[in-house]
């Protein structure tokens, strides 16, 4: 028998048998059981098998710490007993309340975020058939032109089926009954009734005509009424009878509420905001465009950006263009061309190559790894990619630049969305921003990252390049054959410093994985501490393990037991076995999202190979920035005993 089907066997028996689990799940240190009743579980003969480091209780969860094995255990687990899972499930264990606003933009990117595929792929099609009206490519009465217009445009028709059906996920509702409330408003033979001019009512109570295909707000108010409906529904109704009247009742509630109510409401709401927008960019221009440029990626930080997602859908369901994406592209390609400054004046061969790197990705419309990786890293070049938006920004404010679908992104992917009659000026707004963004990076200058082979960790002054330099080789690091050596850590994260044992979590604060230390982050992204190799990622993307050239294996835990968000507000930028180095991005997070989710975004980094080292100094205390140097590893030396006579 293995060590892991012996691990596996006595954790099995020693948390009250098969007959005393629920559901089982893993994270990437934890088995995370849900039991019928915690009292059966011995803890502290638990806590002596061996392959379990220690126990924890977080809720209603009983957690066993296995460490780096956890899947292998989990797997010898679930051949004696299928429990489910794989990635920790929710369980009840109470979330801390948010604030209003920022449980209202957690509601807002939860329901748009798995929308953005098929919008983003309708709008293409649609950015396609304009470029092909604009160069004559296919006769637009031709059977083809017209198949290709249907399938960009059946998304957007019937928008308010896919916002109902995500909306119920995210308020906890059917959301098959949300499609089928979706599908009552879009009915043609509604459509018919609302264009026959007559007074509708529905029991005598005045119904509205309202456009209900490609709306937004309606739909939203009528799912979450219908959440509220159906559970209570659900409560009251006995459990024989919920099958035919909890849908059948709620259909009737809601979507005649929808015809009387929340249609024309949402209606009237939504044409107030497109228009809204619109009545300020059309007559504040250059000035308008100016301050959302300058300010756009400033608000794609703190995520208020998916309230204008919404808002620019509604304008171009309501006016066929939208001012508010096109400023976006100019937020974002300021920030690249900040990135590509640093890239031409750093004389860091990695950090160059990092900055060219990300550059690109800004430039496609991926900006977090530019921003958080490079240039608030730095500070300087953040002020420059803002100074680029709004340059940019104001160009679009000036000629009123529009895009006319729904763009597959905010960056050069996404150029076919703006043809039509201000095409021009986008092009020449997106080189613009771009080009000051560089432009002001380097003239300004920034404190350089340190070579790597530096022994300071002060910074100096960045200066050109010189010619004779060449990029220093990234080696993958073979953890087998690794000399472990002295070693000092760089911060993963831009925050404050947390010493362990105040971490709120029993398992690292009782160092049952290791030595280390934490990070409270204030910037979305984890950058790797030191030249490495990363060795494991957690399938939840809220850890990553990694070795480093000194022989270091490290666990960086982004939150406290945020394996339960199942990857949502994360962003693996890194893929196991990629070498790294030090200051390079390897997660970005939604800071705002985890938090009003009611998680502590506290992140612990665990050294795991801990008795490999005697000495652990911390470097820093109080604020600090990624990359500045945190944690003093010293290899443990062999202790001789005195002989006797």
């Given at each position: 028998?293995?060590?892991?089907?012996?691990?596996?066997?006595?954790?099995?028996?020693?948390?009250?048998?098969?007959?005393?689990?629920?559901?089982?799940?893993?994270?990437?240190?934890?088995?995370?059981?849900?039991?019928?009743?915690?009292?059966?579980?011995?803890?502290?003969?638990?806590?002596?098998?061996?392959?379990?480091?220690?126990?924890?209780?977080?809720?209603?969860?009983?957690?066993?710490?296995?460490?780096?094995?956890?899947?292998?255990?989990?797997?010898?687990?679930?051949?004696?007993?299928?429990?489910?899972?794989?990635?920790?499930?929710?369980?009840?264990?109470?979330?801390?309340?948010?604030?209003?606003?920022?449980?209202?933009?957690?509601?807002?990117?939860?329901?748009?975020?798995?929308?953005?595929?098929?919008?983003?792929?309708?709008?293409?099609?649609?950015?396609?058939?304009?470029?092909?009206?604009?160069?004559?490519?296919?006769?637009?009465?031709?059977?083809?032109?017209?198949?290709?217009?249907?399938?960009?445009?059946?998304?957007?028709?019937?928008?308010?089926?896919?916002?109902?059906?995500?909306?119920?996920?995210?308020?906890?509702?059917?959301?098959?009954?949300?499609?089928?409330?979706?599908?009552?408003?879009?009915?043609?033979?509604?459509?018919?009734?609302?264009?026959?001019?007559?007074?509708?009512?529905?029991?005598?109570?005045?119904?509205?005509?309202?456009?209900?295909s490609s709306s937004v707000i309606p739909i939203l108010l009528a799912i979450w009424a219908s959440s509220y409906v159906e559970k209570f529904l659900d409560k009251v109704i006995p459990s024989a009878l919920k099958l035919l009247f909890v849908p059948m009742i709620t259909l009737l509630v809601i979507v005649p509420a929808t015809l009387i109510a929340f249609g024309p409401v949402g209606s009237i709401v939504g044409q107030g905001l497109a228009g809204g927008i619109t009545w300020l960019l059309d007559n504040t221009g250059i000035f308008g465009g100016l301050l959302l440029g300058g300010t756009m990626s400033l608000i794609i930080m703190t995520g208020m950006h998916w309230a204008l997602v919404p808002i620019a859908i509604l304008s171009l369901a309501e006016q066929n263009f939208d001012y508010i994406l096109p400023i976006m592209f100019a937020a974002n390609l300021g920030q690249a061309g900040a990135t590509f400054g640093v890239f031409l004046r750093s004389r860091n061969p990695q950090f160059k190559a990092l900055s060219l790197s990300t550059s690109f990705s800004a430039m496609m419309g991926i900006t977090e790894p530019a921003m958080y990786g490079v240039n608030m890293r730095l500070k300087k070049p953040f002020v420059s990619g803002l100074i680029g938006g709004a340059v940019g920004g104001a160009i679009y404010g000036l000629f009123h630049v529009k895009i006319y679908v729904m763009a597959g992104g905010a960056g050069l992917p996404g150029i076919p969305a703006m043809i039509g009659p201000t095409f021009v000026y986008g092009m020449i707004g997106m080189a613009v921003a771009f080009a000051v963004g560089a432009a002001v990076t380097f003239v300004m200058g920034f404190k350089d990252i340190p070579l790597p082979a530096s022994e300071t960790s002060a910074a100096t002054d960045a200066v050109a390049p010189a010619a004779s330099e060449k990029a220093a080789p990234v080696v993958a690091v073979t953890p087998a054959i690794v000399e472990i050596r002295n070693t000092e850590l760089s911060s993963p994260l831009t925050g404050t410093v947390k010493a362990l044992a105040d971490v709120d979590d029993a398992t690292f604060a009782g160092e049952y994985m290791g030595k280390g230390i934490a990070v409270v982050p204030s910037a979305g992204v984890v950058t790797a501490p030191a030249d490495g190799v990363v060795n494991s990622l957690a399938v939840t993307k809220h850890a990553v393990g990694m070795q480093t050239v000194d022989g270091t294996e490290l666990l960086i835990h982004i939150g406290l037991n945020t394996v339960r968000l199942k990857g949502q507000h994360f962003n693996v930028l890194v893929e196991e076995g990629q070498a790294v180095t030090a200051g390079q991005p390897l997660i970005t997070f939604n800071m705002n999202a985890i938090r009003a989710a009611g998680y502590d975004l506290t992140t612990p980094m665990i050294v795991t190979n801990t008795k490999e080292f005697e000495g652990f100094t911390a470097l820093h205390s109080g604020a600090i920035e990624a990359g500045q140097p945190l944690l003093k590893l010293d290899v443990a030396t062999p202790k001789l005993e005195a002989l006797g006579d």
């Amino acid at each position: 028998m293995s060590k892991h089907e012996q691990t596996a066997k006595s954790v099995l028996e020693k948390i009250g048998g098969e007959s005393n689990v629920k559901t089982m799940t893993h994270c990437m240190t934890r088995l995370r059981f849900e039991l019928r009743d915690n009292n059966k579980a011995d803890r502290a003969a638990l806590e002596n098998t061996p392959g379990v480091m220690g126990t924890n209780i977080a809720g209603t969860q009983f957690q066993v710490i296995i460490g780096n094995d956890v899947p292998k255990v989990y797997e010898q687990i679930n051949k004696i007993g299928a429990f489910g899972g794989g990635a920790a499930q929710d369980d009840d264990t109470p979330k801390k309340k948010s604030n209003p606003f920022s449980a209202l933009l957690d509601i807002i990117s939860g329901i748009f975020t798995p929308l953005l595929p098929a919008l983003a792929g309708a709008g293409m099609i649609k950015a396609l058939l304009s470029v092909s009206d604009a160069f004559g490519w296919m006769a637009a009465d031709g059977s083809t032109y017209q198949i290709l217009k249907v399938i960009g445009d059946g998304t957007f028709f019937f928008l308010p089926i896919l916002i109902a059906f995500s909306a119920a996920k995210k308020f906890g509702s059917s959301m098959f009954l949300a499609a089928a409330i979706a599908g009552a408003v879009l009915h043609p033979e509604l459509t018919a009734l609302f264009g026959s001019g007559g007074d509708l009512n529905f029991l005598g109570l005045p119904v509205t005509v309202v456009t209900y295909s490609s709306s937004v707000i309606p739909i939203l108010l009528a799912i979450w009424a219908s959440s509220y409906v159906e559970k209570f529904l659900d409560k009251v109704i006995p459990s024989a009878l919920k099958l035919l009247f909890v849908p059948m009742i709620t259909l009737l509630v809601i979507v005649p509420a929808t015809l009387i109510a929340f249609g024309p409401v949402g209606s009237i709401v939504g044409q107030g905001l497109a228009g809204g927008i619109t009545w300020l960019l059309d007559n504040t221009g250059i000035f308008g465009g100016l301050l959302l440029g300058g300010t756009m990626s400033l608000i794609i930080m703190t995520g208020m950006h998916w309230a204008l997602v919404p808002i620019a859908i509604l304008s171009l369901a309501e006016q066929n263009f939208d001012y508010i994406l096109p400023i976006m592209f100019a937020a974002n390609l300021g920030q690249a061309g900040a990135t590509f400054g640093v890239f031409l004046r750093s004389r860091n061969p990695q950090f160059k190559a990092l900055s060219l790197s990300t550059s690109f990705s800004a430039m496609m419309g991926i900006t977090e790894p530019a921003m958080y990786g490079v240039n608030m890293r730095l500070k300087k070049p953040f002020v420059s990619g803002l100074i680029g938006g709004a340059v940019g920004g104001a160009i679009y404010g000036l000629f009123h630049v529009k895009i006319y679908v729904m763009a597959g992104g905010a960056g050069l992917p996404g150029i076919p969305a703006m043809i039509g009659p201000t095409f021009v000026y986008g092009m020449i707004g997106m080189a613009v921003a771009f080009a000051v963004g560089a432009a002001v990076t380097f003239v300004m200058g920034f404190k350089d990252i340190p070579l790597p082979a530096s022994e300071t960790s002060a910074a100096t002054d960045a200066v050109a390049p010189a010619a004779s330099e060449k990029a220093a080789p990234v080696v993958a690091v073979t953890p087998a054959i690794v000399e472990i050596r002295n070693t000092e850590l760089s911060s993963p994260l831009t925050g404050t410093v947390k010493a362990l044992a105040d971490v709120d979590d029993a398992t690292f604060a009782g160092e049952y994985m290791g030595k280390g230390i934490a990070v409270v982050p204030s910037a979305g992204v984890v950058t790797a501490p030191a030249d490495g190799v990363v060795n494991s990622l957690a399938v939840t993307k809220h850890a990553v393990g990694m070795q480093t050239v000194d022989g270091t294996e490290l666990l960086i835990h982004i939150g406290l037991n945020t394996v339960r968000l199942k990857g949502q507000h994360f962003n693996v930028l890194v893929e196991e076995g990629q070498a790294v180095t030090a200051g390079q991005p390897l997660i970005t997070f939604n800071m705002n999202a985890i938090r009003a989710a009611g998680y502590d975004l506290t992140t612990p980094m665990i050294v795991t190979n801990t008795k490999e080292f005697e000495g652990f100094t911390a470097l820093h205390s109080g604020a600090i920035e990624a990359g500045q140097p945190l944690l003093k590893l010293d290899v443990a030396t062999p202790k001789l005993e005195a002989l006797g006579d």
